[in-house]
């Protein structure tokens, strides 16, 4: 696919976004040590952004949708999960507490790195990975579970849940908690919909499969490649207590990923921040 072929498909997506509509950011939510609340009242689903999974044969991607804030929760066995409207939307706990969050991997060419910087510093992170990265990378799911990480759901192969049938997007959710859970040791609590695109069926599917939704608050818009010192500053900039940051392990060249975590996280931890993974609780 050539370029002009790449930008005609992303402004594709970009329209489609826009017809789906924004959920916004109203009505946050509460996790980590808190009680995570009622569910949301909102009637319309909450689009935010996501990077493309692929194999490592694959072209990096090209597209994304634009970014929804929002805060996040993680981690946890089958119980009985309320269907929400939206994707969690605020972190809360004491304290200047913080998620890092990664999607799209695993992928043996980044995903290491990332999880050395964060063993250097004792942090834990969530990585939202994509099944069919999973399957072929189940050294690294291993990896994440004997390091304390937390593995979220992010479908089988990334594509757009809202242009799929009810059957589809229970087989995308649940192949891959499938192999999650037979390599990490423990179905996924959480999922995150790619390109952010949530709909009631998605909501529905992943409640039935014992999962909560998650967005995030500051994206790093990593996939763009805009260079490591601007997604350095962009989580910098962003910091706060209860902030979600999206980055991404996979789907393209993510060198500047990894080289930005290497300088933002000391100093995220210089600041005061705590930067952990929230606690789920059910209901």
């Known amino acids: 696919m050539n370029k002009d072929q790449l930008c005609s498909r992303r402004r594709a997506l970009l329209a489609g976004a826009a017809v789906l509509g924004a959920a916004g950011t109203a009505g946050a939510a509460h996790l980590l040590?808190?009680?995570?609340?009622?569910?949301?009242?909102?009637?319309?689903?909450?689009?935010?952004?996501?990077?493309?999974?692929?194999?490592?044969p694959r072209k990096p991607s090209a597209y994304r949708l634009q970014p929804l804030t929002g805060y996040g929760p993680v981690r946890g066995g089958p119980a009985r999960t309320s269907v929400r409207h939206e994707p969690f939307l605020r972190m809360t706990g004491r304290g200047r507490s913080m998620v890092l969050s990664f999607d799209d991997g695993p992928d043996p060419r980044y995903t290491p790195d990332i999880l050395k910087v964060?063993?250097?510093?004792?942090?834990?992170?969530?990585?939202?990975?994509?099944?069919?990265?999973?399957?072929?990378?189940?050294?690294?799911?291993?990896?994440?579970?004997?390091?304390?990480h937390v593995v979220g759901n992010?479908?089988?192969?990334?594509?757009?849940?809202?242009?799929?049938?009810?059957?589809?997007?229970?087989s995308q959710m649940e192949r891959t908690s499938d192999v999650v859970e037979r390599t990490y040791g423990e179905r996924p609590g959480w999922f995150r919909a790619p390109y952010g695109a949530w709909n009631r069926a998605a909501f529905q599917i992943g409640a039935e499969l014992g999962m909560e939704p998650l967005a995030w608050t500051v994206d790093t818009l990593d996939w763009t490649t805009p260079g490591a010192r601007t997604i350095e500053r962009r989580v910098v900039r962003g910091a706060g207590p209860g902030v979600v940051v999206l980055g991404h392990d996979a789907g393209g060249d993510r060198s500047q990923s990894v080289r930005a975590l290497r300088e933002y996280l000391p100093r995220l931890l210089d600041s005061g921040y705590h930067v952990t993974v929230p606690r789920r609780q059910f209901t």
């Open 33 to 56: 040590t808190g009680d995570p609340g009622p569910p949301a009242r909102s009637s319309a689903p909450a689009p935010a952004p996501g990077a493309q999974a692929n194999r490592m």
């Open 118 to 148: 964060l063993k250097a510093h004792d942090v834990r992170a969530m990585f939202f990975v994509c099944g069919e990265m999973a399957a072929d990378n189940k050294d690294l799911l291993r990896r994440m579970s004997d390091e304390g």
């Open 154 to 170: 992010h479908t089988w192969s990334h594509p757009l849940l809202t242009k799929l049938s009810r059957s589809a997007i229970r």
